[in-house]
């Protein structure tokens, strides 16, 4: 796989896709927690709390989360409705994120659905709809949702900062970006596909150190860092391979570069 000739690089790309984007990929994958639900609410903040936590070994993050999930006694939609931040009582942490941005996390969602009479479809439906001729679609989505997260008097804490990530830093916002795959993309065996706001096409691909690298070998990145940019490179070089849906790539980008596949 490692050569400039983009056919070949096309030919074992899709190969990979075929062996890796089944549903033996869901349990190893905090994808997985998306398909424990069936009503929309419950999926989308499942699916949100998921990639939120999706970071450092995975095996820790996905026991973290089914221990997050058991304390909403897997009910999310209910937990979030009826949260109250005077009454939370809970130790739960993941390395950076403590107790105080599980709290604000919660209070601010649940203004959204309660207060707000929004889902988080629509949240970030309607920062899709701020763009403007130039910029970058799913860009302007995430930084509208970041700002929603962000309005609170209360004080915003490192781990809160970490969790919801500000595209105004340029980050490669991988996390997001894969909530956004799964939501999205339809007809998958992994990714539920249940919003329409945004066609695959339009996706970008969710950028990790493993899919940077790899990508660079392959002669498919040229950028340096993996920030927003290398993202932009990255899918509109991946939109040569197939426009209608160039983050399917993302399956075999990964699994290439985490298991490194000879």
Known sequence: MITLDKKTVKEELDRLCARYETSDFIKDD???FIHLFKKPEDIEIAGFISALFAFGKREMFIKKLFSLFNLMEMRPYEFVLNFDKQAYVSDFNYRFIKPDDLILFFDILKKLYSKDKMTLEELFAKGFETHLSGQN????????????????????????KFMLSNPKNKGAMKRMNMFLRWMIR??????????????????????DVHVGNISRSAGLLNRKQNDFKAVIELTDILKEFDPDDPVKYDFALFGYGVNNIK
């Open 30 to 32: 905090p994808v997985q």
């Open 186 to 207: 339809k007809n998958s065996p992994v990714d539920i596909g249940i919003w329409s706001f945004l066609a695959p096409s339009e996706l970008l691909i969710p950028l």
């Open 137 to 160: 679609k799913v860009y302007c989505a995430l930084q509208y949702v970041c700002d929603y997260f962000y309005n609170t008097d209360s004080k915003i804490e490192a781990g809160y």
